[in-house]
């Protein structure tokens, strides 16, 4: 009897143990996560920007500063653009989402009072050289009526005032603020591949291919066509990747054509099936690789010809050098020029007065 006895009390004391130790877990969590006193602020689940619903419609742009970057978005009339391109249109989609983000971005959770704590939290002031997104709101007179620092830490929005050092969680959502880029919208040309039937190119030395491919060729069916029908193909890839260039045209930057400085150093003309041409210049510049475009109407394209002009006509689009080496390849690195045999008594040969 003694030994069941004991059996149970052991029992029963171990069940008591495992309980114990549950419950001090479940105190530990609880210290862990639940807000403490330091969390609560009078500010908890006001506006960050606690005056942007009322000077919004006022809004006459909106500076994102960075350590070492800065942008500037701008209302021209009835239009957003970038300043610093010189005013090219900024995307609807992404400035809708940040007025409806300032607008009901709240605080939440007070984190820190301490500078040095602050980077830890993407809230480093950037104008010291910090990691942080300061966000300032000018009204069209171009007084200053908003203001904050931003940053993440991981998937977590976290704010405080311009002038403080105070830190706290935000509630809300707002676009990627670090690249300039996101804002704009540099989609210009939609072909795909496999509607381009051919390509005529001017290298900078001023020699000329034409290539072409019958409908429904493969990517490398492109061949030499009349007046170059007797170049020789050193590379069908090599044929394939700038006859179809324009494809795959991925623009990084843009600015107004007028501040070229420079002499566009080649010429690649894409022709599709259905009649529409991307004429297409690429210049070197100090400030890295630049093309422009414009499409020439032609029977049924016209209407998609117009589309492009509207968004490409002025500006010029930056482009990596890697990318840029597709649209202005040296001809000799894609054919080996063929001389063409003439006649005393015959018609001199076919030439191209094609130049960049």
């Not at 049924?300 to 649209?327: C, H, M, P, S, V």
């Amino acid at each position: 009897m003694s030994i069941a006895l004991d059996n149970r009390r052991r029992v029963t004391v171990q069940r008591l143990s495992i309980v114990a130790a549950t419950l001090w877990v479940c105190l530990i969590l609880m210290s862990l996560f639940a807000p403490s006193t330091n969390d609560i602020s009078p500010r908890t689940g006001d506006p960050v920007l606690k005056n942007f619903s009322a000077v919004r419609g006022d809004t006459g742009s909106i500076k994102v500063t960075m350590a070492d970057e800065s942008y500037t978005l701008e209302r021209r009339g009835s239009e957003w653009v970038m300043a610093e391109t010189g005013g090219y249109p900024v995307r609807t989609d992404r400035l809708n989402t940040l007025a409806e983000g300032l607008e009901t971005l709240t605080w939440g959770a007070r984190r820190t009072d301490n500078p040095e704590r602050m980077e830890r939290l993407g809230l480093g002031d950037p104008r010291k050289g910090g990691n942080g997104v300061l966000v300032q709101v000018f009204a069209t007179n171009g007084a200053l009526t908003a203001e904050m620092i931003t940053g993440r830490r991981g998937d977590r929005l976290y704010a405080r005032d311009a002038g403080e050092d105070v830190a706290f969680r935000a509630e809300g959502e707002l676009p990627p603020l670090y690249t300039r880029q996101a804002w704009l919208d540099l989609d210009i040309v939609d072909i795909e591949d496999s509607a381009i039937s051919a390509v005529r190119l001017t290298d900078s030395s001023g020699a000329s291919i034409y290539l072409t491919r019958e409908a429904g060729g493969g990517p490398r069916s492109f061949t030499p066509a009349p007046p170059h029908q007797n170049d020789r193909l050193r590379s069908r890839l090599a044929a394939s990747t700038t006859a179809l260039a324009v494809s795959r045209l991925s623009p990084i930057d843009v600015k107004p054509q007028a501040d070229l400085t420079s002499r566009a150093v080649a010429r690649h003309i894409t022709e599709t099936y259905d009649g529409l041409e991307i004429d297409l210049r690429a210049w070197r510049e100090p400030d890295g690789h630049w093309v422009t475009l414009r499409a020439v109407e032609a029977g049924d394209a016209a209407r998609r010809a117009q589309t492009i002009n509207d968004r490409a006509e002025g500006w010029a689009f930056k482009l990596t050098e890697y990318d840029w080496q597709e649209f202005a390849p040296r001809v000799s690195s894609i054919v080996i020029k063929t001389p063409v045999p003439t006649s005393i008594d015959g018609p001199p040969p076919i030439t191209s007065d094609f130049q960049p």
